[in-house]
């Protein structure tokens, strides 16, 4: 099935500093990847839908200066995290719809946690 | 406002025995309703998908049942086993390709 590779699984960074998150669609092509933020024991939320060749739409709510997405080929979308705060800190996640089972393909995740 | 609601407490079973997990959601016509299984510090993994004008699914042990008119959804695990051990997450996607809106889930134990 679709597979969804997302780099790194975790990082630590020092506040003020910028974080890029990498997914990959490993063997399909997403023409749109959804970014989600997962606080514990919390729901996925939606941060920004991702589409190959044209600007990120973002979720209200979510400061399009402050995460920086980025989906500039069919296999590759990135989240960069600017400025970080420690209040950035949680899971981030990337989906995107395999075609075949009609359900979405998340990636592994990535934890961030900003000192 | 929108909803949607999981068992908020965790689901404690024996092992052999068939789990059955609750999705309520308000304010909502889904076209998907989709469940996915989430391990800690891992992203969700789909399971099944079930469409509004389908009233049950079945995938080996999974069966899922969506009632558009009481806006539930039942997902049962039979013969579960501690594999089984996880947080399920039940999802609605408003029309194809859109993007998830997801409950907070319900964390499911299996003791042999």
């Known amino acids: 099935g679709a597979v969804v590779s997302q780099h790194p699984s975790w990082v630590i960074c020092k506040s003020g500093t910028s974080v890029k998150i990498e997914c990959r669609s490993l063997?399909?092509?997403?023409?749109?990847m959804f970014w989600y933020r997962q606080f514990p024991k919390q729901s996925l939320m939606l941060m920004a839908t991702?589409?190959?060749?044209?600007?990120?739409?973002?979720e209200q709510g979510v400061e399009k200066d402050k995460f920086l997405i980025n989906h500039a080929s069919l296999t590759l979308s990135t989240l960069t995290v600017t400025s970080a705060h420690p209040e950035d800190s949680s899971f981030y996640i990337c989906?995107?719809?395999?075609?075949?089972?009609?359900?979405?393909?998340f990636g592994s995740g990535t934890r961030l946690t900003v000192v | 406002s929108q909803k949607i609601e999981q068992n908020s407490e965790a689901l404690n079973i024996q092992e052999g025995k068939t789990a059955t997990l609750t999705c309520n959601y308000t304010?909502?016509?889904?076209?998907?309703l989709q469940w996915y299984r989430q391990d800690p510090g891992r992203g969700p993994v789909f399971l099944l998908l079930?469409?509004?004008?389908?009233k049950e699914k079945r995938k080996e042990r999974l069966k899922v049942t969506f009632d558009t008119t009481l806006k539930q959804s039942l997902f049962h695990i039979t013969a579960s086993q501690p594999a089984d051990s996880a947080t399920y997450l039940c999802?609605?996607?408003?029309?194809?390709?859109?993007?998830?809106?997801f409950g907070k889930g319900t964390s499911l134990l299996v003791t042999p």
């Open positions: 079930i469409r509004e004008n389908e």
């Open positions: 999802a609605l996607e408003l029309a194809s390709g859109y993007a998830l809106n």
């Open positions: 063997d399909f092509q997403a023409t749109t």
């Open positions: 304010n909502y016509s889904p076209a998907y």
């Open positions: 989906s995107a719809r395999d075609k075949i089972t009609e359900g979405y393909t």
């Open positions: 991702s589409n190959e060749g044209s600007k990120a739409t973002y």
